[in-house]
């Protein structure tokens, strides 16, 4: 399988190397919560299909893997089960939708669904979409002190206007939060009272900055894109490999009854996920055109689409072993900003042995 070593130009180690020394000292054990969810299966156990499932989703470009499966129709064409799809306006949303047993599987941004996991929804990460999809973006005036100051740019635009910077980035709990977070607080030092954040949904989000309605924020793609094509003021100024090299984005999360009860059918699913990354590394035009055509022309126009899935932000992988580091990583921020309790162990995040079958 050469899908991840063909995936991007990216510095990040390929997955053999697996060299987790943040817990080298932590002894990875513990059972995973509770029983598993009921969720939407039909009777039937062992590695047999049920009758359906349930697909829990967000409309976002790092979901890519999830367009190219929909507009190929291959859970149709390949899978035993019908699959029904709900789609949520945010991470905390497919959270409860776990939670309560709506769903039975999700692609969903890897801070929500670790802290699903954390508050014991009972499920695994079993795939990664994406690495590395966070951008920092500022418009000219922060820029230039960031040029000049670095993390002093803070207290320097606060002395030259009188108030603290403003940065908007998605709901508390998404990945572009907890990323704007951890960038003031552990990359820079500053913590969050340097900047008055502004948290809202995707569609403020781009709006608040092409319309130059703040000075900053944490975006993903495709409003990178958009900023840089719509504006003349807003641009990517830091990306996430220089903040947080490895960082997670969205991964493909079944809950525990699924893998427990159904394992051939988890099986095929991440058989589907990895053909549809190889897809998007062997056609980006088309898989950017899926995606467009998935969430909507109107909202994603294909010639913004195609131009994003270019971007530095935009590197799609299958192998949840290279998210591993950094996913930990992110738990033990959610505990120190008290978003959840419990110190996770790889062991009851991730489910690799679905895609070390593959590889």
Not at 33 to 40: D, E, I, R
Not at 265 to 282: G, I, M, P, Y
């Amino acid at each position: 399988m050469t899908e991840d070593t063909k995936s991007s130009e990216s510095s990040t180690p390929a997955s053999d190397d697996r060299r987790y020394t943040r817990r080298d000292a932590v002894k990875l054990g513990g059972a995973a919560a509770a029983t598993g969810l009921a969720g939407c299966l039909g009777d039937g156990g062992g590695s047999g299909s049920p009758d359906s499932i349930t697909l829990g989703t967000l409309n976002v470009f790092p979901m890519m893997q999830w367009f190219v499966i929909q507009q190929q129709g291959w859970y149709d064409s390949e899978l035993d089960v019908d699959v029904s799809v709900e789609t949520f306006g945010g991470g905390p949303g497919v959270v409860q939708a776990f939670a309560s047993g709506d769903i039975d599987f999700a692609y969903v941004g890897i801070s929500p669904g670790a802290i699903a996991i954390a508050k014991g929804v009972p499920s695994k990460v079993v795939a990664a979409n994406v690495l590395e999809p966070n951008v920092m973006v500022a418009n000219g005036a922060f820029r230039e002190l960031w040029d000049q100051h670095g993390e002093e740019a803070f207290e320097r635009f606060r002395e030259q206007e009188g108030r603290k910077p403003t940065f908007a980035t998605l709901p508390a709990g998404s990945t572009p939060d907890v990323f704007l977070r951890f960038w003031l607080e552990e990359d820079l030092g500053v913590g969050t009272d340097a900047a008055d954040i502004k948290r809202m949904g995707a569609s403020s989000l781009r709006s608040t900055l092409s319309t130059g309605q703040v000075d900053g924020g944490s975006v993903i793609e495709p409003i990178r894109t958009v900023l840089h094509r719509d504006t003349e003021d807003m641009r990517a100024f830091r990306y996430a490999e220089a903040i947080m090299p490895g960082q997670p984005g969205a991964v493909l999360q079944p809950s525990q009854s699924l893998i427990d009860d159904h394992s051939d059918l988890v099986r095929s699913l991440v058989e589907l996920h990895v053909r549809a990354t190889e897809f998007v590394h062997d056609n980006r035009e088309r898989a950017a055109e899926m995606a467009s055509a998935s969430i909507g022309e109107d909202v994603l126009p294909p010639e913004v689409s195609k131009e994003a899935i270019e971007s530095p932000a935009s590197t799609f992988i299958s192998d949840p072993h290279r998210i591993v580091e950094k996913t930990l990583v992110y738990n033990d921020y959610h505990r120190k900003i008290g978003e959840v309790d419990e110190d996770l162990p790889e062991e009851d995040v991730f489910e690799h042995s679905f895609y070390d079958e593959l590889t």
